[in-house]
């Protein structure tokens, strides 16, 4: 059974930065693809970026620039550098792994930017 579980999540002054980790079991991560959601109180989850087989990244708009994902297949093990937080950042940031036949998910990681 594939297990992703995320930490690095916590309280951060606006314009500060934060690391979250993705660390799986079960399963290589280097055969997939993954990525980050995240989900703000009353909003939809939504994506944030996603790295590909090969180390492809895509980035949605408000993470350009500011947030970078990255993997360690070594370690199968994700990133996701956050940098220049804003209060609208605040969300439970979700890992997620593309496996054959189903996406394999977190349980999330809290992340509060302060004004």
């Known amino acids: 059974q594939v297990r992703v579980v995320e930490s690095g999540g916590g309280l951060v002054p606006a314009g500060g930065s934060l690391r979250l980790s993705c660390s799986t079991s079960g399963t290589s991560l280097s055969a997939h693809s993954m990525g980050w959601y995240r989900q703000a109180p009353g909003k939809q989850r939504e994506p944030v970026a996603s790295?590909?087989?090969?180390?492809?990244?895509l980035y949605q708009g408000f993470a350009e620039g500011r947030f970078t994902i990255s993997r360690d297949n070594a370690r199968n093990k994700a990133y996701l550098q956050m940098n220049r937080l804003e209060p609208e950042d605040t969300a439970v940031y979700y890992c997620y792994v593309s496996l054959p036949a189903e996406t394999a998910w977190g349980q999330g990681t809290q992340v509060t930017v302060s004004t």
């Open positions: 790295i590909r087989l090969g180390n492809n990244t």
